[in-house]
């Protein structure tokens, strides 16, 4: 499994990106500065020959510019800190490092990391953790000079869907030479990216690296379990009804996996806005194979979703609002749906029902809300 990891080796540097893939936040071609800052600046007191110097004064000096961790020999205290972009990042750092580290997830329910820009307190968050995790593949596009700050920093970022094999990776058309950053949609995928961040956070603290191994791979059978859940669900939809369409093209990954047809409104990224000519085509589809529900999505608008659903109306076909998918952000914090499991296990059985499928209302394990469609 790891020969399939291409982690760097350098703790310090983010993940070389391949030609191919979209510029991001990979600071690799930035030395790590080697030589610690405080020593220039006791240098520089120690010259100052004119002042007396106290061994109070050169010990403040240390202190205040002495790099908080000295990385080659891990933390310097435990718990360290962790700051992780979107929700589905924290959660399977969190799976990893247990109790080792304090996860901080920058972007809560119901946010769009297409178009996060992030705050002044999460810059200061990302400069001042150990370590920072984001998902990639261009997905927080307006982030990337905040990752490229902390990574010339000499801070440990790693993208976690650039650590997995580029045959994990898709690139669909109309994408133009860009991949697909959906990836946690296929559970598989996403075991991938637990195990890329297990051996990224055992870079950083390789005392633990076998506790952060045995994490991941206990994690890693949980999403087996899932994986098998999503792939017998959807197969007991009926084929003609197999059908996803939901508001943005969020969905490539899950459609590869789970064997399901699958129609964006919107394109890879919520920043371009569909077009009319794009709902007409969509409706027309509708209509033609009478599909019987479309999806919401909790990170994304509802008006194009609604703009379909009055199209097939005109056409004389009832096309209901399926339910409301989490695509790129999890649910309520604290809640089984802000959970990736349960975000997934959200998806699948809101499309599965809706579809005319079968699956347990509460989902793979009867921790869905009691609500559930
Ligand atoms: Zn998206």
């Keep these: 499994m790891t020969n399939t990891l291409r982690v ?38 120690l010259n100052r020959a004119a002042q007396p110097i106290t061994a109070a004064a050169v010990a403040i000096t240390i202190a205040a510019a002495t790099p908080q961790h000295a990385r080659a020999d891990g933390p310097a205290e435990y718990p360290y800190s962790v700051v992780a972009t979107t929700g589905m990042v924290a959660d399977i750092v969190k799976q990893v490092v247990g109790d080792k580290a304090n996860v901080q997830a920058l972007m809560g329910q119901g946010v769009d990391p297409h178009l996060y820009k992030p705050t002044r307190g999460d810059v200061a968050a990302i400069l001042q953790a150990d370590v ?3 998902s990639g593949l261009m997905l927080e596009g307006r982030m990337t000079d905040t990752f490229v700050k902390a990574a010339r920093r000499g801070k440990p970022v790693y993208p976690v869907t650039e650590l997995v094999d580029e045959s994990f990776l898709l690139e669909p058309k109309g994408f133009a030479g860009h991949w697909d950053p959906h990836v946690w949609m296929d559970v598989q995928a996403w075991s991938r990216c637990v195990q890329a961040v297990a051996v990224a956070v055992a870079q950083f603290d390789p005392s633990h690296a076998e506790h952060y191994q045995a994490n991941a791979a206990a994690y890693r059978r949980q999403l087996e379990t899932l994986d098998a859940y999503a792939k017998r669900a959807i197969a007991s939809i009926p084929q003609e009804q197999r059908v996803l369409v939901t508001a943005h093209d969020a969905f490539n990954y899950f459609a590869r996996a789970y064997n399901i047809q699958v129609l964006g409104i919107q394109g890879i990224s919520t920043e371009s806005e569909a077009g009319l000519a794009d709902i007409r085509k969509l409706v027309d589809f509708i209509v033609q194979t009478k599909v019987k529900a479309v999806f919401v999505e909790s990170s994304v608008s509802d008006k194009n979703v609604k703009a379909l659903i009055e199209g097939a109306k005109h056409s004389e076909h009832n096309v209901t609002i399926g339910g409301e998918l989490f695509s790129d952000a999890m649910g309520p914090a604290d809640s089984y749906e802000g959970t990736y499991i349960g975000m997934i296990d959200h998806n699948v059985t809101t499309i599965t029902r809706a579809l005319g499928g079968e699956a347990p209302p509460q989902g793979m394990q009867g921790k869905l809300k009691a609500n559930h469609p």
């Design 8 to 45: 760097s080796n350098q703790p310090g540097t983010a993940h070389h990106a391949p030609s191919r893939r979209a510029p991001s936040a990979t600071a690799q071609q930035t030395p790590t500065p080697r030589a610690p800052t405080w020593l220039g600046a006791l240098r520089a007191l």
């Design 132 to 134: 920072v995790f984001y």
